[in-house]
């Protein structure tokens, strides 16, 4: 049996999941990263993506967060998230018009300074990873 360690994903809003389990998969900006218990101390940027739970070598749940920080520790990782809903309660809709809003600000961007044009890439690119993680 794997050991298990604290996973906790908060959002502005409210604590979204406390729980034990064996890995967390998190959408890093460099890449998708599992943690498990023992791994060494660092914090990590996130990009929009899914977060997947394991237990017993299955995927327990899963959450879209829309970018945000994790802080890992070798007894917790804790997820910051800009935004979180769990997938079964995105909207397809909802994401459709998120991703043709961020298109729309990428466009406006694109002779803004690179800090706007960074702003509206992830912004864009989070949009597009809930459109695809969108279920209903």
Do not use: Y
Request: hydrophobic share 45%; with cysteine.
């Amino acid at each position: 049996m794997a050991e298990k360690f604290t996973f906790e994903v908060v959002s502005p809003e409210r604590l979204l999941l406390s729980t034990q389990v064996d890995m967390a998969e998190i959408p890093a900006e460099d890449g998708d990263m599992g943690v498990l218990a023992g791994h060494s101390p660092m914090m990590v940027a996130l990009r929009g993506g899914k977060i997947r739970t394991h237990e017993n070598g299955q995927v327990t749940r899963t959450l879209f967060v829309g970018g945000g920080f994790a802080e890992v520790t070798p007894t917790s990782c804790t997820v910051l998230a800009d935004d979180a809903v769990p997938v079964e309660e995105l909207s397809k809709a909802v994401a459709a018009t998120r991703a043709t809003e961020a298109e729309a600000a990428w466009e406006a961007a694109k002779n803004g300074t690179p800090e706007a044009r960074d702003a509206a890439l992830k912004r864009l690119m989070s949009a597009r990873a809930m459109a695809e993680a969108a279920t209903r």
